[in-house]
């Protein structure tokens, strides 16, 4: 592989960067409720304006993190609309029950009544990634402390009692490790402890052995597949929940595992990233015959009965291309440059909207546009900004180390 | 249209639900536990033992109406199957939670046990329309009183106290009204009153009547359009939860509405069953490229956010061949009949599977297999069954009526 092309990639992903930020900064922002529009139509038309709290707390967490690590982005416009998103969050988010309990809601109206609340921790995970990464930019310690208190919270809730998130115990319902929570919440350990010294990160050490022991209890069948779903015990489950595959979180569980691996030197670990959650959901989860990531697989080959089990959807992409990049800043091996490349060409032929900018988010199987819209219930500013800027950094340090023209600086 | 015509359909018909009938007692029935495997693959091996309890509910009373009105369905065994699946359903459907309220199961396991319980009605819908058919065939007056106490509490919690579904109440949660739950429950009125006697009718009427009304409100924008979601109220809701068209519920209702006007004689809701509910929703409904009935849309043409909305599904397909052959019948307005001809070349020649017998369920836009089971946590022995009997039944009334041979008598 060239410099030029690694130049190229570069370009094309900056472009690509500058363009998305356009598009939510021009489109999203309730100037008048403050917080975010994330319903956003193909040219940015609004067509709902309720507001999920996952994509709130992305999108603050995207703004805060391009502002801080990004001189083209430290801007008083992108810092305005992170505040503006942090106060609405932080003033309806917190949802109390008729017994005192609170939840973070999944689901607010335009003016931040709440209209649903989840049983899961995902809505207070993005609401703790929002609120640490806006105190870094503002230095509020009462919001950093917020955040360390809601975070503390959900470890009990995963790791001694979920009875507080309201899901009642069923007889039948055998305990279930998803692959998500450990993924999530080892995101939230690398967010709280990143940059703070060796204290914090020693605070949240156990936390963060504890979600990469978990996650690679998904590795099974002699380390041949990462199932999505296993037992409380590590073992695999009956049925499609048991044989569920999910390539793109596979991939995103690698580049986490490989943060944290470089974080604390475990090359062990970096090896098993690179050929259990990477490279083998990679193969396994690469449509042959059209391209492009799979969404769903059953591990026998069975159907999923998603019924988007076959479409491509942009996130898994994202992931595939900070996966494979990353993979290849730490170890220089040649076929993980190849990868990227496979999965670099097929999305950018097929994802970004060269007419109104941005992403689209749904494809078919066989790549044709099937949902339209830029932003939705479960799209917003977040898997493809996150990328872009992953992308672009490591770039930035493989051109540079290889001694060639670091571009206009890194970042 | 030719009687030749309408005796080929009858044909294919009846042919193809002898082909449903088999492949459902050959491969679903759980012989250890009782109950009915509904994960059943292409070629009927079951690919997850659960069992959810809504296809439970509607595989007993399939079987209990085909043994009661078909005479070559009037077999030993599948009143056996009927029985048991019956029993596993009042062993097991019902859980109490801890403060003494019952719901019934949305999903158990294959030997009975809870694991998912939903906030919503349609578990017990379910359960009752199981019990009241299987106490017609038995006799069993007990079973037939738990179907009418169940419905009781059913509408307890739609017309006066929703609280015992569990869902607590949310200042964004406008309360709505979504059309499936007035549909569902005037299928039931209709179930507990059939052929009852005046008494039993009277017994109903106004829940009936309310059924009706309430539907008639998702007729929106000047009867040009009938929208899933309205507000209590009756008037249209914001975002897209407003702006949700589901053809195939529309047109499910539209025959659930022409059975209720041909029992009270109300012609007029007749006409506006056929204009509103079956002709309008079959046109803006129908794929003019591809052909076949998109599963949902947004009256204003907007994208619809599920992503399975322009997939072709097996369930809109028996309603519409319903809707239009019933319509036909009690019309006889050819345009009604060529709209049938016109959904039964698109059904016939996609969704029947040659090689394994059953239906495909889940079309991309273009008409392919997508997942190639034939039952799943959502598709069991229902809709294709139903619409085939329903079909068999009123094209022996035509061909009676047209004084053409009746073929081999009407059940």
């Known amino acids: 592989m060239s410099v030029q092309q690694l130049e190229q990639f570069r370009e094309t992903i900056r472009n690509q960067l500058d363009r998305t930020v356009d598009f939510w900064l021009k489109y999203s922002h309730d100037t008048q409720y403050g917080g975010f529009f994330t319903c956003l139509g193909r040219d940015g038309q609004v067509y709902d304006e309720l507001k999920y709290v996952w994509l709130q707390g992305r999108q603050v967490w995207m703004y805060c993190r391009l502002y801080q690590t990004v001189p083209r982005f430290h801007r008083e416009d992108i810092l305005q609309a992170a505040k503006a998103g942090g106060a609405f969050l932080r003033k309806h988010a917190r949802v109390s029950n008729s017994s005192g309990q609170w939840k973070c809601a999944f689901c607010l109206t335009r003016d931040g009544r709440a209209v649903k609340v989840q049983r899961t921790i995902f809505s207070e995970c993005f609401y703790i990634l929002a609120l640490d990464e806006l ?9 950093q402390l917020e955040a360390e208190q809601v975070m503390a919270q959900l470890v009990h809730w995963v790791q001694v009692d979920p009875s507080g ?5 069923l ?3 055998t305990p279930t490790s998803s692959m998500a929570v ?34 690679l209890r998904h590795v099974q069948r002699g380390g041949t597949a990462v199932l999505e779903n296993v037992s409380a015990g590590g073992q695999e489950l009956k049925g499609c929940q048991g044989r569920l595959q999910n390539p793109g979180h596979a991939l995103e569980a690698g580049w986490f595992l490989l943060q944290y691996a470089a974080q604390w030197g475990q090359q062990d670990l970096r090896d098993t990233a690179i050929t259990q959650f990477i490279k083998q959901p990679f193969h396994s989860g690469w449509d042959v015959e059209h391209g492009g990531l799979f969404s769903f697989l059953d591990v026998d080959g069975l159907c999923p009965t998603q019924l988007e089990w076959s479409m491509k959807l942009w996130w898994p992409h994202c992931e595939a291309l900070v996966a494979f990049l990353m993979a290849y800043t730490q170890t ?3 076929e993980l440059l190849e990868s990227f490349t496979q999965v670099y060409n097929y999305t950018f032929k ?3 909207d060269e007419q109104s900018g941005e992403w689209f988010g749904y494809l078919t199987q066989d790549g044709k546009v099937a949902l339209d819209f830029k932003g939705g ?4 500013f977040f898997h493809v900004p996150r990328c872009l800027l992953l992308c672009e950094n490591l770039l930035d340090q493989l051109l540079q180390k290889d001694g060639t023209r670091a571009g206009p600086g890194p970042v």
């Open 182 to 215: 450990p993924m999530m919440l080892l995101c939230l350990v690398q967010q709280l402890s990143e940059a703070r010294g060796p204290q914090e990160a020693l605070k949240y050490q156990s936390v963060g052995q504890w979600c990469v022991q978990q996650i």
């Open 165 to 169: 998130l309201g899901r009642p115990p």
């Open 135 to 143: 105190s870094r930019v503002t230095g509020d310690k009462d919001m």
């Open 350 to 352: 097929h994802f970004p």
């Open 171 to 173: 007889p039948g319902d």
């Open 377 to 380: 219930p479960f799209k917003g």
């Open 332 to 334: 220089r091996r040649p």
